[in-house]
């Protein structure tokens, strides 16, 4: 009786195995695809018959990338915007989630709504505003502007991310440190901001991920070419007066994927344990 029994989830086993890598193969098509025309002349690519492997590929595309001084200079404001967006909307998110969840305050109910309806603002929506505001600061064209934007619209999801983690650790931990002889602050720094190390890792590459490769923002508040981030570099490739070179684009492309691959492997352990764990405790 039961033998069909385990055949037949044997062979569910099998097929759910077999389109799970389909969807993967279809997911990392793309990727793949930038990669290998990234290696290829633009002779090649513009031929109509596509070329899947670069066996006689050319590295001249990643060398005019990196030869170029405007990469450089993209790559140091994306850099600097997306680390000042990362700490700062990290450290008013972490303290947010610890008053939420820790503390009963007058308005506390008003500020969770308010989280949530900020989140349901389309961005386009206050891109007229925010220019304005950052004009009346001076702040257009200008690091610190953009970062504060950045802030702003990753401030209210990772609110709600860091709660989860922060109602998760029991503060019961927390008292029965004190009672132990800790005070409040090293009882919370030795017990319960270690619990929360992966949340903050997760919080943190959601971040880093949303301030590198935002566009519609950077565009609105990066006018002045010298202030380009990253994806507006990359944006800049494509001529409007003539054939757009799609082996450079690629290249670049490539390029500005990779620190994010190294960020997400250095960081995927941490990140993984915390996605988990705010999913079973939020």
């Known amino acids: 009786m039961s033998t069909p029994v385990g055949k037949r989830g044997g062979t569910r086993r099998r097929l759910l195995g077999a389109v799970a890598v389909v969807v993967a193969l279809i997911w990392v ?9 990234a290696f290829l002349p633009t002779n090649r690519l513009r031929t109509p018959e596509p070329t899947f492997f670069p066996f006689s590929g050319t590295l001249s595309n990643f060398r005019r990338v990196l030869t170029d001084s ?5 790559f140091r404001v994306s850099l600097e915007v997306t680390g000042i967006t990362v700490v700062v909307a990290i450290l008013f ?3 947010a989630a610890l008053a939420i969840s820790r503390f009963r305050f ?12 900020v989140q349901m603002i389309p961005a386009e929506g206050l891109f ?7 004009d009346g600061w001076h702040l257009v064209n200008r690091v610190l502007g953009l970062s504060i934007v950045y802030t702003a619209a990753i401030l209210p999801f990772t609110i709600w991310m860091l709660r989860g983690f922060v109602s998760g650790v029991p503060v019961e931990l927390e008292e029965a440190a004190m009672v132990d002889g800790l005070s409040r602050t090293r009882a919370f720094f030795r017990i319960t901001f270690p619990l929360l190390a992966p ?6 590459v959601y971040g880093f991920l949303q301030a590198w490769n935002e566009y519609t923002l950077a565009l609105v508040v990066m006018t002045d070419p010298d202030q380009r981030t990253l994806p507006l570099w990359l944006q800049g490739l494509v001529e409007g007066n003539r054939a757009t070179d799609w082996g450079l684009i690629m290249a670049g492309a490539t390029v500005i994927s990779i620190p994010v691959i190294v960020f997400f492997l250095f960081v995927q352990k941490r990140m993984s344990a915390g996605l988990v764990a705010g999913a079973v405790k939020g």
Do not use: C, E, H
């Open 128 to 134: 007229i505003s925010q220019y304005q505001v950052l």
């Open 29 to 37: 098509f793309p990727i793949y695809w930038m990669i290998n025309s």
């Open 93 to 95: 998110a972490f303290v």
């Open 106 to 117: 007058r308005g506390r109910k008003a500020f969770l709504i308010t989280v949530l309806i």
């Open 199 to 204: 949340g903050l890792v997760a919080a943190g």
């Open 70 to 74: 405007s990469f450089f200079d993209a």
